[in-house]
Antibody, heavy 117, light 107 residues
């Protein structure tokens, strides 16, 4: 069974930083692209970042480009999202997802990031 | 970016009803479309991909169709566990955008 467990969220002041982690199990981690999708409270879904199987190719939404960095450690079956220069509009539940082609085949339970003073 | 527009934004229905949700892309996406179901406090779950392929384990009352710009998700006979929010997502080109969601509520 695929399991994706996010951690590292919480309350941070505007301009601050957080690093999210996603521990993956139940599948061969280095065979799949991985992504981060966020959902602001009461709103819809946005894919903010994606990374290919070996970490050699990454994608960022325009709204986070230059501030967020996605990475992975295939030896630890773990996905990361380093979030710097956080703004109030980054407040959201962040989901780790397992890629299947250009879709999201499995999702974690989500972790809340709140940016507020 | 490709814009995905769902309709309706919300719908009320009863157990046993047939419900159809539509999703329109701002440009052609062939059949690169997925549908997800999200229940409160949970991460979404994929139901259908490549417009009409049912994910293993998803009940056969769910079906999808469409090509190009217009797509539909149909639930043939609503069950109590189907009341949730549904999202479409295009997988044709980055960024892989989602529709705004359709909330399916009990009448």
């Amino acid at each position: 069974e695929v399991q994706l467990l996010e951690s590292g969220g919480g309350l941070v002041q505007p301009g601050g930083s957080l690093r999210l982690s996603c521990a993956a199990s139940g599948f061969t981690f280095d065979n799949f692209a991985m992504r981060w999708v966020r959902q602001p409270p009461g709103k819809g879904l946005q894919c903010v970042s994606s990374i290919n199987e070996n970490g050699g190719a990454t994608y960022y939404a325009d709204s986070v480009k230059g501030r967020f960095t996605i990475s992975r450690d295939n030896s630890k079956n773990t996905l990361y999202l380093q979030m710097d220069s956080l703004r109030a509009d980054d407040t959201a539940v962040y989901y780790c997802t397992k890629g299947y082609s250009t879709y999201h085949s499995d999702w974690g339970q989500g972790i809340l990031v709140t940016v507020s003073s | 970016d490709i814009q995905m527009t769902q309709s309706p934004s919300s719908v009320s229905a009863s157990v046993g009803d047939r419900v159809t949700i539509t999703c329109r892309a701002s440009q052609g996406i062939n059949n690169f479309l997925a549908w997800y179901q999200q229940k409160p406090g949970k991460g979404p779950k994929i139901l259908i991909y490549t417009a009409s392929t049912l994910r293993s384990g998803v009940p056969s009352r769910f079906s999808g169709s469409g090509f190009g710009t217009d797509f539909t998700l149909t639930i043939s006979s609503l069950q109590p566990e189907d009341f949730a929010t549904y999202y479409c997502q295009q997988g044709h080109s980055f960024p892989f955008t989602f529709g705004q969601g359709t909330k399916l509520e009990i009448k």
